[in-house]
């Protein structure tokens, strides 16, 4: 609504004359526009009054300004006594409004739930006519049906008329070479009608019925022929689901892949039969090597099977309603003839070189699953068992698999252990192989001997937990590790200590190489039982695991054969002890009588007697052949035992020899240092406190006689017999009886 001014008188002086208020704010220019958005005061007074105050002159007069006040206050009264009025009319007229627009609201929604029940009440309607209609409809189906039911037996009747009737006219169907699908049809229901026929009458109809159908299938099946040739898949398609009615279309399978290529072309045939003798495939460069070989012929076979089969599901889904059967029958037959002839013809070629043939099984059974299954899952085929595939190429290889490979174990250890006893000249304990032995490999050492046949057995175990029945697997481990227990432990290791421990006289020359040898193969033997305990645990108990009646034989047949080894060590250890401490014996018998005694003093410092030194070398020699075999707690009881022996020895063999006083004395003592020094070495506390001994005889011949009961008394002779004791002094050339006077 356009705002309205309002009027107002002229504002006069009291002389009667108008008052000089701002033409700006005249005329009713008092609005409420003025007062609408950020309204000031003081900006307000300032705009009204600045006119009235330019036209004054230098003195100032209020009374205009007083008559501006008054008559702009009675402006802005009436002002706002005309917007109250404005207010309440828009009041009024919002109540009007109100109350029409609630009246308004009242009335739709009256329409609406007036409409929304006819709406549910049509609907109503429509749901019974909707099923009415459905009900019509099911009835009209029904009766199209049996409509067409009946027409279909009055024409299957007029059909098996015309054919039991050779006399009868036949409709085009059977006479139009282009309704030989429809004929298809139509025959197939014709024979499961003539089936159920018994009438004489009918014997002609249900003859020909057969005979046509075995026609039409045969038709079909040279239609689907010829086009598969010109890869018409269009009428590959056609012909194919036709004839899915007769026998579930497996006429037209089996002949889709009875005509492929790979299965029959002379092409393909050779082709495979010269890869699987192209020997050029395969790197070979020792058949008894411990290396891997590789051959790449199953590689590239498979590969062509794969990429054959890929081409194929192609063709296959584009043609057969059920292309996970036709996939199925391939594949099968890919197996029973491709895979299975070609298996043949490679193992054939090394049928007479066992090592060469057991790798190649294994070889192929495992690229078998790894290539080829693995390639052929892809394709999804439902009810394919791989499994049941791979038995029945590998099956009959798999049942004689083990006793070849025994076989072939055996002759490999035989001939390394034949070249190494040709080398070493060392009888080894076997009877079974025949063949003429190789020339003997000097390159070859005990421990790599051990370690080769380890690897033989490690990779022959490797081949029995791929080509072994899941059953036959623990028992054929433990076979095959007691082939390594008898050529390695007893026909070598055993054999070679056996041999080792008979040492010769101390007189032979061959003595000392002798005992260095026997500690040496006591080394080697040590080492050859932790690689074989190694193999045990490391590759045999893996295959055994969950099978007490395999685990606990193979670990008990190691084990005897162990404590046989051990046993026989134990007693040359002995052996050797015995001949060592014998030697130093021989070595000690050449002293003579007259070492310690001397006539006159010497003018030199005392050295140690010849066979003193020469007894001292020989520990030392000892010591070294010692080393070469034993290390740990082995060592040190050994020495511990040796020094015990050799300390008897030097205490029986100091009492033989008399020793005069001063440089006698001196002499004795300077031998039996000598002794304690060349013990030191060995490195044993416990053996440098029983050598202590050796000192203090040395002293008996050097002290003052008053101190001998003293010695006898105190110190470490103090626990030494009387008898030998006494015996010890008594070889002093100025001994009397009462030096250390009686047995206590």
Not at 38 to 59: A, T, Y
Not at 250 to 272: P, T
Not at 279 to 308: M, W
Not at 511 to 524: A, D, G, M, R
Request: glycine share 4%; proline share 5%; charged share 25%.
């Amino acid at each position: 609504m356009a705002s309205k001014k309002v009027a107002r008188s002229v504002p006069r002086t009291a002389k009667g004359q108008k008052s000089p208020v701002p033409n700006n704010y005249r005329d009713g220019v008092f609005n409420e526009e003025m007062f609408k958005g950020e309204f000031s005061p003081s900006d307000f007074i300032e705009k009204l009054c600045q006119p009235l105050l330019l036209q004054q002159s230098s003195e100032f007069d209020p009374v205009p300004l007083k008559d501006l006040f008054d008559n702009s206050l009675q402006e802005l009264v009436d002002l706002a006594s005309h917007v109250e009025s404005k207010i309440e009319e828009l009041a009024d007229e919002c109540a009007v409004a109100d109350r029409e627009h609630r009246a308004k609201v009242v009335n739709l929604n009256e329409q609406l739930d007036k409409h929304f029940s006819m709406f549910k009440q049509l609907d109503k309607r429509i749901g019974v006519v909707a099923t009415t209609a459905a009900r019509i409809g099911e009835r009209l189906e029904s009766v199209d049906q049996q409509q067409k039911r009946a027409e279909d037996a009055l024409s299957l009747i007029k059909y098996f008329m015309e054919l039991n009737n050779a006399s009868q006219e036949r409709s085009a169907i059977f006479t139009d070479p282009t309704q030989v699908h429809n004929l298809a049809h139509v025959i197939k229901k014709l024979s499961s009608i003539a089936v159920e026929l018994d009438l004489p009458t009918l014997s002609k109809g249900k003859m020909a019925t057969e005979i046509i159908s075995n026609s039409i299938e045969n038709e079909l099946l040279d239609q689907f022929e010829s086009a598969a040739e010109s890869k018409n898949f269009e009428k590959m398609k056609k012909c194919a689901y036709t004839l899915i009615e007769f026998n579930g279309g497996e006429s037209c399978i089996a002949r889709y892949i009875v005509k492929l290529g790979m299965f029959f072309d002379v092409e393909s045939l050779n082709k495979d039969d010269a890869l699987a003798n192209n020997l050029g495939k395969r790197n070979v460069s020792d058949p008894n090597s411990v290396e891997l070989f590789k051959d790449t012929r199953l590689d590239e076979f498979y590969a062509d099977i794969i990429q054959a089969c890929e081409k194929e599901h192609k063709v296959i889904c584009k043609v057969f309603p059920t292309p996970s059967t036709v996939m199925l029958l391939l594949v099968q037959r890919i197996f029973e003839q491709r895979v299975r002839n070609f298996l043949e013809t490679m193992l054939g070629l090394d049928s007479s070189d066992l090592p060469l043939y057991l790798w190649t099984l294994a070889m192929a059974y495992q690229k078998t699953q790894t290539i080829l299954i693995q390639g052929l899952k892809k394709f999804s085929v439902p009810g394919l068992d791989f499994n049941a595939l791979l038995n029945s190429i590998f099956c009959n290889y798999q049942d004689v698999y083990i006793e070849k490979e025994i076989l072939c174990l055996r002759n490999i250890f035989s001939e390394i252990l034949e070249k190494h006893s040709e080398k070493k000249n060392v009888p080894i304990n076997n009877a079974n192989n025949q063949s003429s032995p190789p020339p003997p490999d000097p390159e070859v050492t005990p421990e790599q001997l051990a370690r080769n046949i380890l690897k033989f057995s490690e990779r022959a175990l490797q081949r029995a937990s791929i080509l072994s029945h899941p059953p036959d697997l623990p028992s054929n481990s433990r076979r095959l590790f007691s082939a390594v227990i008898k050529y390695l432990g007893y026909d070598f290791l055993d054999s070679t200590v056996s041999a080792s421990i008979k040492l010769p006289a101390p007189t032979d020359p061959k003595c000392i190489p002798s005992i260095k040898n026997f500690f040496e193969v006591i080394k080697t033997s040590t080492l050859i039982m932790g690689l074989v305990q190694q193999h045990f645990n490391n590759v045999v108990n893996p295959l055994l695991i969950g099978n007490v009646n395999e685990v606990t034989p193979c670990r008990d047949t190691l084990n005897a054969l162990f404590t046989s080894l051990e046993g026989r060590l134990s007693s040359g250890l002995e052996n050797a002890l015995s001949t060592m401490i014998s030697l130093l014996e021989k070595i000690l018998g050449e002293q003579k009588k007259t070492d310690y005694k001397f006539d006159n003093e010497p003018t030199q410092g005392v050295e140690p007697t010849k066979v003193c030194l020469q007894a001292q070398s020989a520990i030392h020699q000892h010591h070294t052949l010692i080393l070469a075999g034993l290390d740990g707690k082995n060592l040190e009881g050994f020495l511990e035992e040796y020094s015990a022996r050799l300390l008897s020895l030097l205490m029986t063999h100091f009492k033989r020899f008399k020793v005069s006083s001063g440089a006698g004395g001196l002499r004795i003592m300077r031998d039996l240092a000598e002794y304690r020094e060349a013990v030191k070495s060995f490195k044993v506390a416990s053996i440098n406190t029983s050598f202590t001994i050796l000192g203090e005889i040395g002293k008996i011949y050097l002290i003052n006689p008053e101190n001998l009961i003293a010695v006898r008394d105190e110190g470490p002779l103090a626990n030494m017999d009387y008898n030998d004791l006494l015996t010890y002094v008594k070889l002093r050339d100025d001994f009397k009886s009462n030096w250390i006077g009686k047995n206590k």
